[in-house]
Every structure is written in C-alpha cells, then in structure tokens.
C-alpha cells in the first residue's frame, strides 16, 4: 500500500511516520508514505499558494494551480484521490476496510480557509473525522493512514483485528491485567478458566450490552445470532450453565491473590 500525501506541513509527519507500529510497517515494506509538499508546485514566483476568496469572506484560500499539478505529478489511474474536508463522509471502520483494499491512495491535506472548490473534481471523494474544525488536513490524514494501514495483512496480527472495536459494528469487550484484586475491584474468575468457550461467552455478551448501552446506532446494524440471544438469556436471568460453573471451579487455581 502507497500513501501520497499533498500537504504543506511535511513536518508535522516526522514523529508519526517513525513511531510504533507504522514505523515498523514502513520498515517491512509493507506500507510507503511519500509526502509531497504542495508549495513546491507553484508557479506564483513568490511561492505563494493561498489567495483571498473571490467575492469577499474570512481567510486565505488554498489555489488550484499548485494543488492540479501537485496531483497530476503524482498519481496514476490506480490512485485513489482523498480530500480531508469536513463536508466529506465520515469515517469509519468500513470505510477503512474498503480503503484498505486499494493499492495506492492520495491524500489531500487542506489548510487555511479551505481550497478553491474547481478541484473537487479530480479527487474520487471527500472524507471528515468528524463534526470539529481542525487548522488543516494533516493530523486527520494521520487517523486514516493509522486506521488503514493496521489492516493490512502483516501490519498486525489477524487475531487482534478480529477482536477489537467496531470489527462486525461491536465494540470491544473489557480487559483486565494483574493484580486479581485492585482496591476491591476483581477480574472475573470466568477469564482464568483457560476454557475457551465459556470465556467467548464472557466477552461477546460484554460486547452486545456495551455496544447497545453506548452505541445504539452501531448495534441496531448488527444480527443477532441464535447463540447471541442464548448467551443474552443465560446472563440476563443469572443462569449460569454446568459448563461455566466447572470452569470457573477449575480456574480458581490460577488465581494470584495478594497476600
């Protein structure tokens, strides 16, 4: 996977691109970010790129000159064309997941006021984060690299995507480290039974009741299955099964309480 960035802030990605996991994804070979500074395209002899807005209104505008050339030089008819724009869609993990699919991905980063509306037409769509205002595209360009780059097979492993937030529109169950015990506060006995089964239970019924408490709309997109609405049930009525109460009698064992 290719990333090309249009900014004018190249800066703003050195601690990003040689951190943690995308770092070690460029090192692989896995991904490549090329940034391309938009500033280097102008013609204007002072190398200017933003100009007052035609009619009158706050701010400098970002002009189309350097922006056109910027992406004709660098893109192909496999590049998919991003703008950061806050009219844009918002993203989310499906739309990672179909972006992750692509083989190289431009993205432009606006700034100032906004960018001359004549080259919308070039891009394939316009992405937001969100309903906030931020001084320019490039930390929002960093949440979409992040978020498409970890699903790229190899990136991370396949079983922490499988398990983590928003994979089939359910949150992430909780988790819990050592001590047993902290301030009263005690890890389900069900976690140490290494009974994979009765655990999954644990965790997918933890997934439907928080992602219903805390993101309706996410849960009214997923089926319920038959052993989803079994395991609902079961908690539910505070019916716990042969199966469960053997586990956690066999996980007691590995218990470390503090003394």
């Not at 997923?222 to 009525?237: A, F, G, Q």
């Amino acid at each position: 996977m290719k990333f090309i960035i249009l900014t004018l802030f190249k800066e703003m990605y050195d601690s990003f691109l040689s951190s943690s996991i995308i770092a070690r994804a460029i090192s692989k070979g896995l991904i490549e970010v090329k940034l391309i500074n938009i500033r280097d395209y102008t013609l204007d002899k002072y190398h200017r790129v933003d100009t007052p807005p035609i009619g009158g209104g706050a701010g400098l505008i970002l002009k189309a000159q350097p922006i056109y050339d910027a992406l004709i030089k660098n893109s192909n008819n496999n590049t998919y064309k991003i703008i950061m724009s806050p009219k844009g869609i918002t993203f989310n993990e499906e739309k990672a997941y179909e972006l992750s699919k692509k083989e190289e991905i431009l993205i432009l980063c606006g700034h100032y006021e906004g960018i001359d509306a004549r080259i919308n037409k070039y891009f394939d769509e316009e992405i937001s984060i969100g309903d906030y205002i931020l001084t320019g595209g490039e930390i929002a360009s960093m949440c979409l690299i992040d978020a498409i780059s970890r699903l790229i097979k190899g990136v991370i492993s396949e079983e922490s995507i499988i398990d983590e937030s928003f994979n089939n529109n359910l949150l992430e169950y909780p988790q819990y480290t050592e001590p047993y015990d902290f301030k009263g506060d005690k890890v389900p006995d069900i976690l140490y039974s290494g009974n994979h089964k009765e655990i999954y239970k644990y965790h997918q019924y933890h997934r439907l009741t928080l992602t219903k408490k805390y993101r309706p709309d996410l849960y009214n997109k997923y089926k319920l299955t038959k052993e989803d609405i079994k395991i609902l049930k079961e908690r539910e009525n505070n019916i716990q099964t042969k199966d469960e109460l053997l586990a956690i009698s066999k996980g007691k064992k590995f218990i470390k309480k503090d003394k």
